[in-house]
């Protein structure tokens, strides 16, 4: 793929370009660095870096801190990317969990301020949207392989596809799976509710390392666009499919959509209804 041309070429040097910016902060890093206070995950890498410097076979080096920093980016940017387009495909089939979303932010956040993290545990009605569009999409339903590397019940070498849908979809955690509810992360005082059934990042040690990040812009990004838009899509809500396209990876359509800044419409003060579970 080197040496073929085509515009797959682009790929080599936006991926250089990465490696730069990456090199470029780890440098910024290791000139600030304290061993006493450990800041971030650059931080961490570069002290165990210098700790095993005299190890000739130690893994912590800096190519290895390059690469495992973009592999945090690309885990932390592709599912949010996918799962954001869908989210607000789910959004447009649904215009009354949109607007319920629209009134959570303007009671909290309201329209002058930017939406932070720390808002999240004053919202609900929008983490739990957050939840409901993970759980309904599904978006590796089967999620990455892993292989067994001892023996146990399972012979050591088996490759194992643990199969997130079918914990995603049970119907004792979350009744009427195949309907999109928001209800299903909300008790019945209207407050947030965790479930131990939500796993759509994997489990156990090796579940995917980007997820944290995912959770983080996933909320910060869909609350940002809904703080200032309104979505309206090219089809009437009730022709919009949105019916999962692979089995393996839930890729989301292609699709067109209209955006109508909030800004311009009128709004009054709204207090917003609390939710009695699943509706």
Do not use: W
């Amino acid at each position: 793929m080197d040496y073929i041309p085509g515009p797959h070429q682009r790929i080599f040097k936006h991926f250089e370009e990465l490696r730069k910016f990456v090199l470029e902060r780890v440098e910024m890093h290791r000139v600030s660095l304290e061993p006493s206070g450990t800041q971030d995950f650059i931080n961490a890498f570069l002290i165990k870096i210098k700790q095993e410097q005299q190890n000739s076979q130690s893994e912590f080096t800096t190519e290895s801190l390059l690469r495992r920093t973009l592999s945090l980016f690309f885990a932390g940017t592709g599912t949010t990317s996918a799962i954001l387009k869908h989210g607000l495909l789910l959004l447009m089939k649904y215009p009354e969990i949109e607007e319920k979303v629209h009134v959570e932010i303007d009671c909290v956040i309201g329209r002058s301020r930017r939406p932070c993290m720390a808002y999240r545990s004053q919202m609900p009605y929008t983490d739990a949207v957050v939840h409901e569009i993970q759980r309904f999409i599904s978006l590796t339903p089967l999620g990455a392989p892993h292989a067994v590397t001892r023996q146990y019940i399972i012979p050591k070498g088996t490759m194992i596809f643990p199969a997130l849908k079918s914990v995603l979809y049970d119907s004792k955690a979350f009744p009427k799976p195949e309907q999109f509810n928001p209800g299903h992360f909300l008790d019945e005082n209207g407050a947030f509710k965790k479930s131990d059934f939500f796993m759509p990042f994997s489990i156990g040690k090796q579940s995917c390392v980007g997820e944290g990040l995912a959770r983080t812009k996933l909320f910060l990004l869909l609350t940002t666009i809904l703080q200032n838009f309104i979505l309206k899509p090219l089809i009437d809500p009730k022709d919009i499919d949105i019916t999962p396209m692979n089995f393996t990876s839930n890729t989301p359509v292609s699709y067109q959509f209209i955006v109508i800044p909030r800004r311009f419409l009128i709004t009054f003060p709204v207090t917003l209804p609390r939710e009695k579970g699943p509706t």
